[in-house]
T-cell receptor, first 112, second 114 residues
């Protein structure tokens, strides 16, 4: 069955430090992958997406993600975290017809 | 600025009452999704429409939940009768079937059933 695993429930980083959030997927076909961010009380906002081509994808707010087919991973990175990045981050894989399967999410805390 | 609009943003109701949540998808989008978010289950897909026709509602409890699209600008999710375990945030999202695009999410309806 198709699934998305985010192994880290919580991550705490210092402001200015680098960040990597892990995502592993299980999907038989070519995956279409997404990272969404959710601030408290808000909906999900798309950070970036991978459909094909260059495996390093740039997104909004300085985020990037790298697709590694051999590892079935799509990890999200940011070189320098800002306090406003504190939120919950969701990785998702698209199935047929734009149906998304989400990971359980990773809550990012930023300490000053 | 095109966006998905959900109403109400918050709803508190008593067990047994009917609840209707509404969603206005982005104009021109032909796919609509209803997701439910809880602490225990995370984000679950309840129903999925394309061109107003339901394609997949396997994630929805059929005995009490129903989802419809009366027209292209309105999607509804109804719970009757509501139960405390239905307390959650319900998100609507819309997208385009053609091409490979993302789903755009509304801000959600936070439902509390007491």
């Amino acid at each position: 069955a198709q699934s998305v695993t985010q192994p880290d429930i919580h991550i705490t980083v210092s402001e200015g430090a680098s960040l990597e959030l892990r995502c592993n997927y299980s999907y038989g076909a070519t995956p279409y992958l997404f990272w969404y961010v959710q601030s408290p009380g808000q909906g999900l906002q798309l950070l970036l997406k991978y459909f094909s081509g260059d495996t390093l994808v740039q997104g909004i707010k300085g985020f990037e993600a790298e697709f590694k087919r051999s590892q079935s991973s799509f990890n999200l990175r940011k070189p320098s975290v800002h306090w406003s990045d504190a939120a919950e981050y969701f990785c998702a894989v698209r199935l047929y017809g734009n149906k998304l399967v989400f990971g359980a999410g990773t809550i990012l805390r930023v300490k000053s | 600025d095109a966006r998905v609009t959900q109403t109400p943003r918050h709803k508190v109701t008593e067990m047994g009452q009917e609840v209707t949540m509404r969603c206005q998808p982005i104009l021109g989008h032909n796919t609509v999704f209803w997701y439910r978010q809880t602490m225990m289950q995370g984000l679950e897909l309840l129903a999925y429409f394309r061109n107003r026709a339901p394609l997949d509602d396997s994630g929805m409890p059929k005995d009490r939940f129903s989802a419809e699209m009366p027209d292209a600008t309105l999607a509804t999710l109804k719970i009757q009768p509501s139960e405390p375990r239905d307390s959650a945030v319900y998100f609507c999202a819309s997208g385009l079937r053609e091409g490979v695009t993302e789903a755009f999410f509304g801000q959600g309806t936070r439902l509390t059933v007491v």
